[in-house]
């Protein structure tokens, strides 16, 4: 499947991923770094998926077609970029994404936003990215990846906050602690709604376990709050629910067991 096409009420919603990997369970077991034998049990007992993926979301609606982050890019050398082809298939070319948002500044998210002469992939588009992680990734957390996806933006680069409208029925949300800034988004039109909250979630093993913050949580209470908000949020409004990394395209329903909560995907 090269794509996966959602409708939320008048809204389109392509998941175009940028890769899929398969992991084994020491993998999922090494996202946390706890000594924990309830941990060791659960990913032992893991039934569900193992695939981990990267879903970008392409959204069109008020004859604006929004990318919501796109993908590792050239960083990782031995990952090969999956996006544009992705849309190409579509019929999209790149010129005519008119806004690109990246949530956090994990190179998983931006670095495929510039070429490596650090020129702009989707040249026409807007370029928005959340207040919060521009400030850190651009101030004392400076890294690597940041000067070369991040610096080439800076002149034009609009920095957003939680609740910033960008179309008819799309809007950001503040998902927080995985990242200083994270910014999810919320899609709502004609009585139906999605929920992405891009990486407050790695693994649907979390869905049981909404407090297991990985290792690589900026602020693992936090991001463990705002996990378990989105998951009850979901679950109680009946709404979809997408993750970047869950296997693609990485939406589902999500239910309350017990304490917790279970995932169903769509696909
Ligand atoms: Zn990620």
Redesign the pocket.
Known sequence: MTHYLLNVGSIKCYVLSDGDEETPKSEIRGMFSEESPAMDAAVEAWTGSTTFS?NCLLIEADGERILIDVGMGKLDASHSPQLPTRLQELGVTLDQITMVVLT?G?G??IGGVVTDEGQLVYPNARHLISRLDWEHWTGPAMRPISEKCLLPLKDHIEKIDPNTPLATGVRTIGALG?TPGQLGIVLESGGQKLIDM??AT?HPIQMAHPAWSPK?DFDPIQAAATRRALFAQAADEGCWLMA??YAFPGIGTVTRVGEGFEFHPLA
């Open positions: 990267m956090h994990h998983d998210h995985h891009v990486d790695h690589f970047y990394h």
